[in-house]
C-alpha cells in the first residue's frame, strides 16, 4: 500500500513540481517531503484515534479539502519541510503545498472509490499498522471486542 501511495505521490507531485517553477535539482527532495507529510498526516490520523477523519476523508468527503483539518495539517508540514529543509520561499513552498496535497487525495479518494486494490480503508490501516493492526482490523469490521477494542488496539500501533 505505502509502494502505491508513493508511487502515486510521484507521479502528482512531478507535474506539480514543473508547474510551480520549483528547479529540477530540488525535485526528488521535494517529492521525499511531499510523501513524507501524507504518510505522516494518515499515520498521525490513525495513532490518535480519528478514524473518523480519515474514513470521511476517504469516502469521498472531498468537496472541500482545505476545509478538513488532516488535510491543512499535511499542507502545514509540507509547507514548513519545504522552506526549513530545503530552503524554498513560502510562497512556492504554500502555492505547490496548496495543489500537490489535494491533487494526491483526490487521486487516493477515487481509487479508494472505486474499489482498486490495496486503496481501501482496512489496506491503509494495516500498512501504517504493520503486523499489529490486525486487532483493529477486527474491531473495525466487526470483531468480538467492537470499537473499544479498536481504540485499544490504536494506542499499541505507535
Known amino acids: 500500500m505505502i509502494d502505491q501511495i508513493t508511487k502515486l505521490i510521484e507521479q502528482v507531485s ?4 514543473s508547474q510551480a517553477g520549483i528547479s529540477t535539482d530540488l525535485a526528488g527532495a521535494v517529492t521525499k517531503e511531499t510523501g513524507d507529510s501524507i504518510i505522516n498526516g494518515f499515520k ?6 480519528d478514524l473518523g477523519a480519515l474514513t470521511s476523508l476517504l469516502g469521498g468527503g472531498t ?13 502545514t508540514n509540507l509547507v514548513g519541510s519545504l522552506t526549513s529543509k530545503l530552503g524554498l ?3 512556492i513552498a504554500k502555492n505547490f503545498a496548496g495543489s500537490v496535497i489535494p ?8 481509487k479508494s ?16 499498522g504493520g ?9 473495525l469490521t466487526g470483531g468480538k471486542e467492537g470499537l473499544g477494542g479498536a481504540m485499544n488496539a490504536l494506542k499499541g500501533l505507535f
Open 14 to 17: 512531478s507535474k506539480e513540481i
Open 44 to 49: 498521525d490520523s490513525i495513532s490518535g484515534g
Open 63 to 75: 468537496s472541500n479539502l482545505m476545509s478538513n483539518p488532516m488535510v491543512m495539517g499535511m499542507i
Open 89 to 91: 520561499g513560502e510562497g
Open 103 to 110: 491533487g494526491i487525495i483526490e487521486s487516493l479518494v477515487s
Open 113 to 128: 472509490k472505486g474499489g482498486e486494490s490495496g486503496f481501501q480503508i482496512t489496506d491503509l490501516i494495516s500498512s501504517f
Open 131 to 139: 503486523g499489529d493492526s490486525k486487532g483493529l482490523l477486527d474491531s
